[in-house]
């Protein structure tokens, strides 16, 4: 399916994980996704680690995907790119606030061992991201 689209609403909200609510949503419509258009970004500031905040000011002049996009990925995982497995892949169009902290989080995609399976997380903005953690961007 690496040549194929699929049809996804990135204006609707995304999936909510229990205890959080979106923050922050960039929609992007309706899209044909094609993963052949579908890039992973790494600042090279994440070599030795960047503060989530500044990544989030550098992605903006990225074209980044929201979590609709995460949610059809875990949905139909025939339509996640090769390049994604080993790596954990966030989705910096959608943010989540805790309602138990107030911390802002985003999703990110990745294969989990245990499962043998696609799954998914929430990562503090306020902390360190690395190398081999990067945005779901569109090329």
């Not at 903006?60 to 090769?82: G, H, R, T, V, Y």
């Amino acid at each position: 399916m690496e040549n194929s689209k699929y049809l996804i609403d990135c204006d609707v909200l995304p999936f909510i994980p229990e205890g959080y609510k979106v923050k922050r949503h960039k929609k992007g419509g309706m899209i044909d996704f094609d993963p052949a258009e579908f890039e992973l970004y790494l600042s090279e500031r994440q070599e030795r680690g960047i503060s989530g905040w500044a990544l989030k000011r550098e992605l903006e002049q990225q074209s980044i995907f929201n979590a609709n996009l995460l949610d059809s990925m875990l949905k139909s995982p025939e339509i996640i790119p090769k390049k994604c497995k080993g790596k954990y892949t966030y989705f910096w169009g959608t943010t989540y606030v805790s309602s138990v902290s107030n911390h802002i989080f985003v999703r990110y995609l990745f294969w989990n061992n245990q499962k043998s399976d696609w799954d998914c997380g929430l990562h503090m903005i306020d902390r360190i991201f690395y190398y081999g953690r990067p945005a779901a961007v569109r090329s």
